[in-house]
């Protein structure tokens, strides 16, 4: 199915790391974008990165240099290595999912299919 289902998360020390993954059908269609995003209750949500089929990555600049996004196309899978993790990162994380072609895969982009969340909780 399209809708992706994410698991992974869970309770990590400041300065460690959790890998989340995200399995979803739409990693079969010839054009898709897969995103990773973030969510602490009361606050907006925030896009964390982005990766399409046509190759393009995008990283939120909060996790640049911390956290990689990157896909198993035959496990239909999307990945979010975080390292260095901190207790800002602390949230629900959500994988998303959107197949409209023509339209750049990036943080800014609109998706249709979203996951139920995982949470990541950061001690200090």
């Known amino acids: 199915q399209v809708q992706p289902v994410e698991s ?6 400041a300065g460690g790391s959790l890998r989340l993954s995200c399995i ?3 990693m079969t269609y010839s054009f898709n974008c897969m995103g990773w995003f973030r969510q602490v209750p009361g606050k907006k949500r925030e896009a964390v990165a982005s990766s ?3 190759g ?12 990689t996004i990157s896909k198993d196309n035959a496990k239909r899978t ?4 975080m390292n260095s993790l901190e207790p800002e990162d602390t949230a629900m994380y959500y994988c ?10 990036n ?16 001690s200090s």
């Open 8 to 13: 992974g998360g869970g309770s990590v020390q």
């Open 24 to 26: 979803s059908s739409a």
């Open 52 to 54: 399409g089929s046509d």
């Open 56 to 67: 393009r990555i995008s990283y939120a600049d909060s996790v640049k240099g911390r956290f």
């Open 78 to 81: 999307v990945y979010l290595q």
């Open 96 to 105: 998303a999912a959107d197949l409209k072609p023509y339209v750049g895969c």
């Open 107 to 122: 943080l800014a982009r609109t998706f249709t299919y979203w996951g139920q969340g995982t949470q990541v909780t950061v």
